[in-house]
């Protein structure tokens, strides 16, 4: 089945560093990928949209200035957390999406990423 | 708004007997609903899923039930397995918005108790 490798799976940085969040499709070709962030016990929370080779749709509330999210290729897509703090500490999860599979919508979904902000 | 809704945040059920997770949505829009399951520090796997055209899809110990009218679907485990023990997170999909986006409740987590 289809596999979306995320890394690190967990990070602890210092405030005002930035960290960078890659997230790969490993056996077929995402167009497009999605940037979650789940606070504890909340929903998880769609921070952007990206569609390889365009830029970024961010939702509204979203900075994209913070939140540098590159798709180049179709099977690489990275978030970098830019200038840290601790409010930024959440989990980030991405989601890969291979829309010739039907069943799921084939979403697929990263192991997910722990930042911590220190 | 939340237009996905999950309003139990937790559910205790004894191995063996049935697990119903419930979920309502508010957007007449989505048409097609997904049911994911998250352990800790995990991202979500795909569990199962239901297009609007029908009421009823099944899957093994897994069958989700759709009820337009209400804006209402429910999981139904049976029987729960203690492996089953995770949290349950409800989506919904609105394919005329063009960017099959998932609008996510906030999850309900569910114990089976051996």
């Known amino acids: 089945g289809a596999v979306v490798s995320q890394h690190p799976s967990w990070v602890i940085c210092k405030s005002g560093t930035s960290v960078k969040i890659e997230c790969r499709s490993l056996d077929f070709q995402a167009t497009t990928m999605f940037w979650y962030r789940q606070f504890p016990k909340q929903s998880l929370m769609l921070m952007a949209t990206?569609?390889?080779?365009?830029?970024?749709?961010?939702e509204q509330g979203v900075e994209k200035d913070k939140f540098l999210i590159n798709h180049a290729s179709l099977t690489l897509s990275t978030l970098t957390v830019t200038s840290a703090h601790p409010e930024d500490s959440s989990f980030y999860i991405c989601?890969?999406?291979?829309?010739?599979?039907?069943?799921?919508?084939?979403?697929?979904f990263g192991s997910g990423t722990r930042l911590t902000v220190v | 708004d939340q237009q996905v809704k999950q309003n139990s945040p937790s559910l205790s059920v004894q191995e063996g007997r049935i697990s119903i997770l419930n979920c309502d949505y508010t957007n007449s829009m989505f048409d097609y609903f997904l049911w994911y399951k998250k352990y800790p520090a995990e991202g979500p796997t795909f569990l199962i899923s239901i297009s609007s055209i029908k009421d009823k899809n099944e899957d093994g110990r897994f069958t989700v039930f759709l009820n337009k009218s209400a804006k209402h679907l429910s999981l139904h485990i049976v029987p729960s397995q203690p492996g089953d023990s995770a949290v349950y997170f409800c989506a919904a999909s609105d394919p005329g918005a063009g960017s099959y986006q998932l609008t996510f409740g906030k999850g309900t987590k569910l114990s089976v108790i051996p």
């Open positions: 990206s569609n390889e080779g365009s830029k970024a749709t961010y």
């Open positions: 989601s890969a999406a291979n829309y010739g599979q039907g069943y799921n919508y084939g979403y697929t």
